[in-house]
């Protein structure tokens, strides 16, 4: 009976949210097909805030922290927002006129476009957002800094928090006001937003180590909001390394790995806006991040290894990485923002079997443990796994849904979809 008691009400919440989910993912649509000719100011901001849990027993584990009510407003901004440029100009606007909107004043203090591109670029390209010249800072980069400049940014800013993105991505603000709430009560936590098929390999690519490594890797242009001290941290770590250039460009790849912390991904909502000429693609492209990121993990083993070694107190521990990790007890909780209202949908159900265990001889063999896992999978499982993610439960679409994989439920797992 308490377990039917719990579904109902879960379901009573989702009836509650999704249909004006629903009416808003069909403005949205429509403001993103012709989005040049609409004005911005009739994009409605989230009217309802509103954070939702569907996790059971969660009061009961030590390791779920529920995110509070997201408040209407809050004295002052605290993020600055980092938009690095490269060949998506046209992209780069529409994402400005929207981190500049009302809906976000009160979260959104400063928008940094970082250009990485050779051609200038001034205020007067962004006249038409509307977005005041005192919240708007442009960067020229004599040269291509490539992903080092949004550390080197976020660095520099005032604000508590740096939000950053790429610019082929559009992220509604309704997600990034959920972000930062859930920030707020996590303020020395970094959460990425991922694509289905990301947070598939952040998960199968997880290494623990009896050495204490506990880390996997995850992108951060898809949506990413970090405390501006971690930042800092990371490239007072990458200096301590001395990295080359190449590796200060390529900090994307090095970022969570030398956290040496699983990395807090939520199935993202996320719109592709394309265009232009993407920096990471094909063979060539994929085979650099490989390198780098197997790069990290060494460095991550060397800096652990050197530390168990030592005699270093814990008050003069090198900063940013978590020397201390522990692996989580219990089951993995899964999180999407919702579309069209300041929420997040959270589940315990297992989106992969329990025999996908965590664990590696080596950090460094963390490809290999990601392709023997989706062999252990099968193709069938991972084909579910990316049509059927958590965000679809939130994205108020009638013909999307989240599945569970497994067609039966534990006494202590939920199960809640749109």
């Not at 949210?17 to 901001?45: K, M, N």
Request: aromatic content about 8%; some cysteine; charged content about 20%.
């Amino acid at each position: 009976m308490v377990r039917r008691t719990i579904v109902f009400r879960c379901l009573l919440v989702a009836c509650f949210v999704l249909p004006s989910v629903h009416i808003l993912w069909r403005r949205h649509t429509h403001l993103l097909s012709d989005l040049d000719q609409i004005p911005w100011d009739g994009l409605a901001s989230p009217s309802r805030p509103l954070a939702a849990s569907f996790l059971v027993g969660a009061n009961r584990s030590s390791n779920i922290q529920r995110v509070s009510l997201v408040s209407a407003s809050q004295p002052y901004p605290d993020v600055t927002a980092v938009v690095l440029n490269w060949s998506r100009l046209p992209n780069v606007v529409r994402i400005v006129s929207l981190l500049c909107g009302t809906w976000l004043e009160d979260v959104i203090a400063e928008i940094v476009v970082w250009n990485n591109n050779p051609r200038e670029i001034s205020y007067q390209t962004f006249a038409k957002t509307g977005c005041p010249s005192e919240k708007l800072r442009i960067y020229n980069s004599p040269h291509n800094a490539y992903f080092q400049a949004r550390y080197v940014t976020c660095e520099q800013a005032t604000t508590r928090f740096c939000f950053l993105q790429d610019d082929d991505y559009l992220i509604m603000p309704e997600i990034i006001r959920t972000l930062h709430a859930r920030i707020l009560e996590t303020p020395d936590h970094t959460i990425h937003l991922l694509p289905p098929h990301e947070v598939l390999s952040t998960q199968l690519r997880t290494a623990v180590t009896s050495d204490g490594v506990h880390t996997s890797s995850a992108w951060l242009g898809h949506g990413t909001i970090l405390p501006r001290t971690g930042a800092a941290d990371f490239l007072a770590l990458l200096h301590h390394l001395n990295a080359s250039e190449d590796e200060m460009k390529m900090a994307d790849n090095y970022f969570t790995i030398l956290n040496n912390r699983f990395p807090e991904v939520w199935f993202d909502q996320g719109i592709e806006l394309g265009g232009g000429q993407p920096f990471t693609v094909g063979v060539e492209g994929n085979g650099r991040n490989k390198i780098h990121i197997i790069n990290a993990c060494r460095y991550l083993d060397t800096l652990l290894s050197a530390f168990r070694a030592s005699d270093i107190s814990h008050t003069s521990r090198l900063p940013f990485i978590e020397v201390d990790a522990v692996t989580p007890a219990g089951r993995q909780i899964f999180q999407a923002p919702c579309l069209g209202d300041s929420c997040l949908l959270q589940t315990n159900i297992p989106l992969l079997p329990s025999h996908l265990k965590a664990g590696s001889h080596s950090v460094d063999d963390i490809f290999i443990q990601e392709l023997r896992n989706i062999q252990s999978l099968g193709q069938d499982a991972v084909d579910h796994y990316l049509r059927f993610p958590p965000s679809q439960a939130v994205d108020g679409r009638p013909d999307t849904a989240f599945r569970s994989p497994f067609r039966t439920l534990m006494d202590n797992e939920l199960k809640c979809g749109d």
